[in-house]
C-alpha cells in the first residue's frame, strides 16, 4: 500500500515558515558581516598604502645631523653640555656590534639577515665620547655627526669617472675623489658629502671619509642595521671669534644636491 503523509497543522506550517525566515535572516546578516568586514579590509589596505607612498614620497636621499640644532653655541669651560648628551645618545647603539654584522668593502657585502659593520672608533682620535666630542675647554674641536636618511630601497648611482663630477661640487672634494682614481685605480662608490665654510673662522673636516660608501645602501629593515656616521670635526684655527657658519651637502647622480642643503652655525666661548 501507498504510504499516506499526514498534512501538517496550521501551528507546524507556521513554525516551519518562522523557521525558514530565521535562516533567510541569518543568512542576510552573514552576508552583510562579510561585505562589511570585506569593505573596512578594502579602506584600512588602501589606507596603508596612501601612508607608505607618502613615507617614500616625502623621506628624500639626504642626511641628518648630530646634533640636531642648527644653531651649536657653547661654553667651552662647562664639562658637559646638552650636545654632549646628544651625541653621546646617539653613539650607544655603536657601542657592540651586531652579532649578524660582517666587515664590508666594494667586493664583499651584505647577504640575506646581514649588515655592514660600523665600528664607533672609526670616527678618529677626536670626535668620540671620551673626548666629550670636542665641547670642553682641553679638547676645542667640536664635532657634528652626520648619518644618511633612511630611505628604503634608495642606492647612491655614483660617479664613475671625472667627467661626471658637478660643476657646482666644492673643489676640494672633487680633488680628494680625483685623488682617489691614483690610489685605487677608479673613483670610489660614495654617496659624497661635503663641508664647506660660508662664514668665520676655521675649516671642517670629514672622517672616515669625504661620504658615505654604496654597500650600506639600501637602508635594511633589519634591526640590527647601523647607518655609517662621519664627523665633521671643526678647527678653530687659532681664531679669537670662535664662530663658523658651515653648509653641508651629499653627491651622487640620481639626486639633487641643492635639495639636500643643511647649514649649521657653531659658536663657543670661555666666559664662566
Request: aromatic content about 12%; charged content about 20%.
Amino acid at each position: 500500500m501507498e504510504a499516506r503523509h499526514k498534512p501538517l497543522s496550521q501551528s507546524e506550517n507556521e513554525l516551519a515558515t518562522t523557521n525558514n525566515n530565521n535562516n533567510n535572516n541569518k543568512r542576510k546578516k552573514l552576508c552583510i558581516g562579510v561585505c562589511i568586514a570585506v569593505c573596512i579590509a578594502a579602506v584600512v589596505l588602501a589606507m596603508i598604502c596612501i601612508i607608505v607612498k607618502y613615507v617614500f614620497l616625502t623621506t628624500k636621499p639626504g642626511f641628518i645631523l648630530h646634533p640636531s640644532d642648527s644653531l651649536i653655541s657653547y661654553n667651552s669651560s662647562h664639562k658637559d653640555n646638552v650636545y654632549i648628551t646628544e651625541l653621546n645618545k646617539f653613539i650607544k647603539a655603536y657601542e657592540t656590534l651586531p652579532s649578524d654584522s660582517i666587515l664590508c668593502n666594494d667586493t664583499t657585502k651584505p647577504g640575506p639577515g646581514e649588515s655592514c659593520q660600523y665600528r664607533e672608533e672609526w670616527l678618529g682620535g677626536v670626535c668620540k665620547k671620551d673626548n666629550s666630542w670636542g665641547y670642553t675647554i682641553n679638547n676645542t674641536h667640536p664635532c657634528i655627526l652626520v648619518t644618511p636618511n633612511m630611505v628604503p630601497y634608495w642606492v647612491p648611482d655614483t660617479y664613475k669617472t671625472e667627467e661626471e663630477l658637478p660643476e657646482e661640487m666644492p673643489q676640494y672634494l672633487k680633488n680628494n675623489i680625483i685623488d682617489s682614481i691614483y690610489d685605487v685605480g677608479h673613483i670610489s662608490k660614495f654617496a659624497w658629502v661635503s663641508c664647506e665654510v660660508l662664514s668665520g673662522e676655521g675649516y671642517c673636516s670629514l672622517t672616515p671619509w669625504f661620504g658615505f660608501p654604496d654597500y650600506f645602501f639600501p637602508y635594511n629593515t633589519n634591526t640590527n642595521y647601523r647607518s655609517p656616521v662621519l664627523s665633521a670635526r671643526v678647527d678653530w684655527r687659532g681664531a679669537q671669534k670662535k664662530y663658523v657658519k658651515l653648509r653641508f651637502q651629499m653627491w651622487a647622480k640620481n639626486l639633487d644636491p641643492k635639495e639636500t642643503i643643511q647649514t649649521i652655525t657653531v659658536e663657543a666661548n670661555q666666559s664662566n
